[in-house]
């Protein structure tokens, strides 16, 4: 697997990230993130914006409890992968997914568009995640919930596998700050789980977790 880079720095962009999945059958683990399933079961379904998709696990998820989901990402061999395993193991949730390949940078959602927008560990530079972050709170409409959940810089020391990139870490009150009055915070927090190290050894990591609804 390749890097494309400017300098030392690799950017994460469409190219990369189709090589990453053509290079095995699986990226992930099938498995909707739990954060997502914690978060999201309290809330009435509507519209979702599920931002990186990826292999569709969270897309299914929701459309499974009722929600429209527009299911986004920026590998088109992902869209393709989510689509197809929508298809193959629930139609009636694969019905209820428009799949779109995009780069949200470059195409910013729909403002005041979605029930609820998910981001589930999009790792991006502090300027790019920053500016995405923003759209994607922009896309939330009054009365909808902005999830947002990273890997914790304090991960970078757990054993666990990291890209040795700690600018692309944050805590879920970095994102927070970027909220203005007419948001709630409801959940802030670095929120333990058990993982395991490649060595087998399992330890206690923390995923940045935001949930914040908008007045």
């Given at each position: 697997?390749?890097?494309?880079?400017?300098?030392?720095?690799?950017?994460?962009?469409?190219d990369?990230?189709?090589?990453?999945?053509?290079?095995?059958?699986?990226?992930?683990?099938?498995?909707?993130?739990?954060?997502?399933?914690?978060?999201?079961?309290?809330?009435?379904?509507?519209?979702?914006?599920?931002?990186?998709?990826?292999?569709?696990?969270?897309?299914?998820?929701l459309?499974?409890?009722?929600?429209?989901?527009?299911?986004?990402?920026i590998?088109?061999?992902?869209?393709?992968?989510?689509?197809?395993?929508?298809?193959?193991?629930?139609?009636?949730?694969?019905?209820?997914?428009?799949?779109?390949?995009?780069?949200?940078?470059?195409?910013?959602?729909?403002?005041?568009s979605?029930?609820?927008?998910?981001?589930?560990?999009?790792?991006?530079?502090?300027?790019p995640?920053?500016?995405?972050?923003?759209?994607?709170a922009?896309?939330?409409?009054?009365?909808?919930t902005?999830?947002?959940?990273?890997?914790?810089?304090?991960?970078l020391?757990?054993?666990?596998?990291?890209?040795?990139?700690?600018?692309?870490?944050?805590?879920?009150?970095e994102?927070?700050?970027?909220?203005?009055?007419?948001?709630?915070?409801?959940?802030?927090?670095?929120?333990?789980?058990?993982?395991?190290?490649?060595?087998?050894a399992?330890?206690?990591?923390?995923?940045?977790?935001?949930v914040?609804?908008?007045r």
């Amino acid at each position: 697997m390749s890097e494309h880079a400017h300098g030392d720095a690799p950017v994460f962009d469409e190219d990369f990230w189709d090589e990453r999945y053509r290079s095995a059958q699986r990226v992930w683990s099938g498995q909707p993130n739990p954060q997502l399933i914690a978060e999201v079961a309290g809330l009435r379904p509507g519209r979702a914006l599920d931002v990186g998709c990826g292999e569709g696990a969270d897309a299914i998820c929701l459309a499974r409890n009722g929600w429209d989901v527009v299911a986004v990402d920026i590998s088109g061999v992902a869209i393709s992968r989510g689509d197809q395993h929508a298809r193959d193991t629930d139609p009636a949730a694969a019905g209820r997914i428009e799949w779109r390949r995009a780069d949200l940078l470059e195409t910013p959602p729909e403002p005041g568009s979605y029930d609820l927008v998910t981001a589930q560990f999009m790792q991006l530079p502090p300027e790019p995640r920053t500016r995405l972050f923003s759209s994607l709170a922009a896309a939330v409409r009054p009365g909808g919930t902005l999830l947002i959940v990273g890997h914790h810089p304090s991960d970078l020391a757990s054993g666990v596998p990291r890209p040795p990139i700690p600018e692309v870490f944050y805590s879920a009150d970095e994102i927070a700050t970027m909220l203005d009055n007419t948001w709630d915070v409801a959940v802030s927090e670095a929120r333990p789980r058990l993982a395991t190290t490649p060595a087998g050894a399992e330890v206690t990591i923390h995923d940045a977790v935001l949930v914040a609804a908008k007045r």
